[in-house]
Structures are given as C-alpha cells and as structure tokens.
C-alpha cells in the first residue's frame, strides 16, 4: 500500500523531528473533486466527525415534530461538547425536557475536555456523569429518536438497535456507499462506528451543505442541522477550541467537526463542497495543521479568519521555561 | 524521501484505524546491523534517548572524582524521571552535596509526570519546581561538570558553555558522527539536541555496552552508567513506566531509555547490542510498541520478559465504558 504524503511535520530549531502523513478530499455534491491529497479511497473511520450526519434520524424518524428541539439541543447532537457548564447544563435540560435523565445515557461518563472545567470539579470534589461526556448531546438525540419511534431507549448504543439502524441508513443515503459489518467497530461512546472512502465522506457533507442528492425531507434536516451548529460554535466544541472557534470566524459560512484520532470534515457551504480529511497516525494537533491549510486554500478566509488558520497551520512548540523552539507546521 | 514502513498500527473492532511508521537498528559495535528497518541513515533528534552519553563527560571531566557519584546519583543523570518523592528527594540531595540548589537548575519547572505525584501535588496545594523536570537529574549531573571543570554553573545549558561542549565531544566520541549547528535544536529543557542518523546512535549503544572502540576511560564510564541505570531503574523512569519494567524485568541485561517524540535506545548488554529506534510521527505508544517487537525478536526474553513485551507489542483500546474495541499493535 502506497503511503500518504506528510501534509504536516514538526521541527526543531532547524531539523525535521517528526512527520505526519494523510489524505484529504474536497468533493462538490456531483462528486467533482476540488482538491485532494494521498489516498481518498481508503475506507477510513470517521468517529465523531459524522454526528451532524447521525443526528439526521431525528427528522427522519420525526422525533424533531415530537420535541420540537431548539437550535441550541441541534447543535449539541451534532457535538463533541468539552463538558463546561453551558453543555452540562443544557444536554440535562434536553434529556429533562423528554421525561430522561443521565441515567439514560450509555456513554460512559469521564471527566470535562475543558481543562478549566475539569479543574472545577476537581476543586469541588465532584465526579463526572455521563453528562460531561463529550457524545452526551448526540446521545440525547439518539434518545429522542427512540421516544418517538415508541421503542425502548434501553440499549440504544447497539449494532442491532433500531435507533443505530436508522443512523446507519441515514449516513449511508448521504454518503452513498454501503456501510459494512466487515469494516465496523465501536466508538470511545459505545455506539457502532463503520469505515467507509474518506472521500464519500467529503462527498456527504457537500450534499448536506447544498441539499443536491438527498431527499427534500434530509436537505432540510441537514440544513436545520448546519444552521444550527455554525449558530452555536461554543456548543459545537468548547471555549478556545478550533471548531469553536473557525465556525465563530466564518459566521455560517464552514461548518467544521472534529473527529476523533484526527479526523476532519465538514463543508464551505456557500460553495456547496464537503470536505474529509485523516492524519493517518491520529495526531490531533497535526491534522489540525492540515486543515487549516486546506481551508486557507478552499474557504476563501478574510483577513481575521486568516490570521485565525494561519495559526493552526503553524503551531508553536516550546522549552518548558517558554522559549520558542521549534513548530508544527502544515507542508 | 522514501516513506519508512508501518511498524504499528491500531485497530479498532476489524479495520486498521492509524498507522505509525518509523526506523530501527540492531547494530553491534564493529558496525554490523543485526536488524534494521526503514531509513536508518536518516538523522534524528535523539533526545533524551541518549542522557546516558550526555553523562560521560562526570567522567571525562573528573566529576566523579570530585563528588563520588553514587550509583542512584548516575542513574538520575541518566534519566526521565516521573517526579516521584523518591526523585525529587534524591536530585535534591545530590545538589545540596555540591553545595547547589534547585535554584541552580536551568531545566524549568513541570508538574511530575507520575499520575499520583501531580495528583498528590495538587492535592497539597503544591508547585512544581524544576526539581521535578523529568530532566533535573541530567542537569545535575552537567552541573557536576561545571563545578569539576572550575567554571561558572549560570548558563550551563547554553549551546556555547563548556559542558554543552563536553557534552557534544562525548556523543560524538561515542557514536563516531561529528555533530553540527545544522542539525540542531533546543530540547525541552533548555540544552542544545544534536539530530545524527538513527544508526549511529544504534552504534553508540553497542560501543557503550561493549567498550569497544572507545577509550579505556569511556568504555569504564559507559559501563559504570549502564550499572547504575539498570540497578536503578526505578530512578531512571518511575512506577509502572515501560523502561523501568523492561529494565526490572531483565535484570541488568537490558539497558533502555525513551527519549521526547518516541525515541528509544538502549542495549542488550551481554550481546553487545546497541539499538535505536524512532517513530516518525512521535507517538510514544506506538514506539513503545515497535520497542516490545524488536526486543522480543533480539532480547531473547524468557516467559516473564516476554509476557512483559507482549503488553506493550499488543495494548489494549477500551471505550470510555471499559469495554475492550481494538488495540495498538506491532506489525
């Protein structure tokens, strides 16, 4: 198997230390490839980058005519929330709102992504609950999609579970390919997550973002769904995150999702394209320099938004006592 | 560049979710490659993979004869410690014995990297001292340097001191490179890091262990280091770290070391191995991984060795639940 290019490394004073490879598509919703790097047909996991695409069971199972969710509960579907306040806070309300509570989550809990947040409750002596788990606003969704198909919630993280069917379904009509048994496992949330070409997932989030393809009934809902997310960037990630903070820059305009082991996808939606990206080793911070530089070159960023990529694209790493000594940087 | 090959990846449920490529060399000390894979003339940062090179000039210099190091002292010149107690007491007690403090580490303060030592520190309400960098047993060593050569200690650290000098000349001795200011960087902890192709550190081990092809005086020095380090290996790491393990389990035969982005070095000592390893993208575990592999090729383990290395050539992925979805393996 031919290796990805290295689209991101790391030196140190004037010396490679480390090198990271992976693929990128940027795909229009006729399948047009707008730019890519490295090998797009490779089945890749997506993991939490897809919850926008997750989320849509709850239009299409009517859950959205049953509880009539907020922008703001949307938006935490679609997250990979840091477990501040605000997140806890409203994914409790959500889950109140429809008669459940954290008891209901099959998450599993662990402590607040935000490391201020996470440094409360250790101040306070607290334990963290499913709520601060980072998946418990698309859990909330897929809780609502069970209520309104009048089946029980109990078990709804499984393969076999009508709830993670219609998940499945819905990622497959948007993505259009097959998802498998032969290339699944489990997610850090406990729900199923299937391999599929990286680039049938730029492919799906172009359709999203511009509705070409898919049913009237899934375009609204991945409309309602984008709205949503790029309406609430806090709630999308957290404070100072790079989600958070490229869909406060581009105002509507990117809707940008963090997956984890170093997935990227999302969509420049006045263009109508999707795009996926993989760093093939996981490194978080490195795929993130990647795709701040895929965006420089497809997302026609202004001035504040630039500057804002710029520094993703070139990441500073420093001594202990703070001295600039090397950085990450996108190639 | 060639890409190196895909010495570990990880799995999660049955399709490869992130692949870590890298290098390695088996060398003995008259230059024979035992074992190698990828591009082992590439040049890498070694880190603090070789802190046990970077100790030679307490000999070369005389320091011993000045301070008398004990063994434990040698081994935290040698290490990365966990900021343990048991660390920070002794690199304490080490510099009040040259009339020294913490004051005159030039290292930087982090918070231990032992778990329950940063736990019990915040706790306390505690601060980290430069005390507690991994590295301020290797400062305090280049500070005994310092002292034996009769020169000011302030700015040890310094590219252009007079220990950074000796400790230059000593890897180079030892590993039969020059070095050069244009493949240099400043470590984390302020000292200047000299990138050498991956062979030549493998090298370095083997003369280490061996004494072959060094002086008398070097081949003394590198033996009573490798003494102190595996009679100590507790202090060279900290609890439950895999050096520490790998060292314990082999009972002296094994000297190993990690160094920062996923370096490993060391030797099988009564082979007269050196060898030296390097995942390209500075994924620690993954390193560690391909480390299990080659030493269970090359070590000749016994049943508790090789139990040992299986745990790391194979680690376990759990989801947040606890529930068992893949693992990071050697391939």
Same mark, same amino acid.
């Given at each position: 198997?031919?290796?990805?290019?290295?689209?991101?490394?790391?030196?140190?004073?004037?010396?490679?230390?480390?090198?990271?490879?992976?693929?990128?598509?940027?795909?229009?919703?006729?399948?047009?490839?707008?730019?890519?790097?490295?090998?797009?047909?490779?089945?890749?996991? $997506?993991?939490? &980058?897809?919850?926008?695409?997750?989320?849509?069971?709850? *239009? =299409? !199972?009517? /859950?959205?005519? @049953?509880?009539?969710?907020?922008?703001?509960?949307?938006?935490?579907?679609?997250?990979?929330?840091?477990?501040?306040?605000?997140?806890?806070?409203?994914?409790?309300?959500?889950?109140?709102?429809?008669?459940?509570?954290?008891?209901?989550?099959?998450?599993?809990?662990?402590?607040?992504?935000?490391?201020?947040?996470?440094?409360?409750?250790?101040?306070?002596?607290?334990?963290?609950?499913?709520?601060?788990?980072?998946?418990?606003?698309?859990?909330?969704?897929?809780?609502?999609?069970?209520?309104?198909?009048?089946?029980?919630?109990?078990?709804?993280?499984?393969?076999?579970?009508?709830?993670?069917?219609?998940?499945?379904?819905?990622?497959?009509?948007?993505?259009?390919?097959?998802?498998?048994?032969?290339?699944?496992?489990?997610?850090?949330?406990?729900? $199923?997550?299937? &391999?599929?070409?990286?680039?049938?997932?730029?492919?799906? *989030? =172009? !359709?999203? /973002?511009?509705? @070409?393809?898919?049913?009237?009934?899934?375009?609204?809902?991945?409309?309602?769904?984008?709205?949503?997310?790029?309406?609430?960037?806090?709630?999308?990630?957290?404070?100072?995150?790079?989600?958070?903070?490229?869909?406060?820059?581009?105002?509507?305009?990117?809707?940008?999702?963090?997956?984890?082991?170093?997935?990227?996808?999302?969509?420049?939606?006045?263009?109508?394209?999707?795009?996926?990206?993989?760093?093939?080793?996981?490194?978080?911070?490195?795929?993130?320099?990647?795709?701040?530089?895929?965006?420089?070159?497809?997302?026609?960023?202004?001035?504040?938004?630039?500057?804002?990529?710029?520094?993703?694209?070139?990441?500073?790493?420093?001594?202990?006592?703070?001295?600039?000594?090397?950085?990450?940087?996108?190639?």
């Amino acid at each position: 198997m031919d290796a990805n290019p290295v689209l991101a490394e790391t030196i140190r004073g004037n010396w490679v230390e480390n090198r990271h490879r992976g693929a990128f598509a940027v795909i229009d919703a006729d399948g047009t490839i707008i730019a890519s790097a490295g090998d797009i047909e490779r089945a890749i996991f $997506p993991r939490s &980058a897809i919850k926008s695409m997750q989320a849509l069971p709850i *239009f =299409a !199972r009517h /859950a959205d005519e @049953k509880f009539h969710h907020t922008p703001e509960e949307l938006a935490l579907a679609c997250a990979s929330h840091h477990g501040e306040d605000v997140h806890v806070t409203k994914v409790a309300h959500f889950l109140d709102r429809m008669g459940l509570s954290v008891n209901d989550l099959e998450c599993g809990a662990h402590v607040p992504t935000n490391p201020a947040a996470r440094e409360a409750m250790r101040a306070a002596g607290g334990e963290p609950s499913a709520l601060h788990n980072n998946c418990s606003g698309k859990h909330s969704g897929m809780l609502s999609v069970a209520l309104a198909m009048g089946i029980p919630t109990a078990g709804y993280v499984g393969r076999e579970h009508e709830v993670q069917k219609q998940v499945r379904a819905a990622v497959e009509a948007v993505i259009g390919e097959p998802l498998s048994e032969g290339k699944c496992g489990t997610d850090g949330c406990s729900i $199923p997550t299937y &391999a599929a070409p990286l680039r049938a997932f730029a492919f799906g *989030f =172009a !359709r999203m /973002a511009s509705g @070409k393809g898919l049913t009237p009934e899934f375009a609204l809902a991945a409309q309602r769904l984008f709205d949503a997310a790029t309406s609430n960037p806090l709630l999308v990630a957290g404070t100072g995150h790079a989600d958070t903070l490229i869909m406060e820059a581009f105002k509507g305009r990117v809707m940008q999702k963090i997956g984890a082991e170093a997935v990227q996808c999302g969509a420049i939606r006045n263009k109508g394209w999707g795009y996926a990206l993989k760093c093939d080793d996981g490194n978080i911070a490195a795929s993130q320099a990647m795709l701040a530089k895929v965006l420089l070159e497809i997302a026609d960023p202004d001035d504040a938004q630039r500057k804002l990529l710029e520094g993703y694209a070139h990441q500073t790493i420093k001594s202990v006592r703070g001295a600039e000594v090397g950085e990450l940087r996108a190639v």
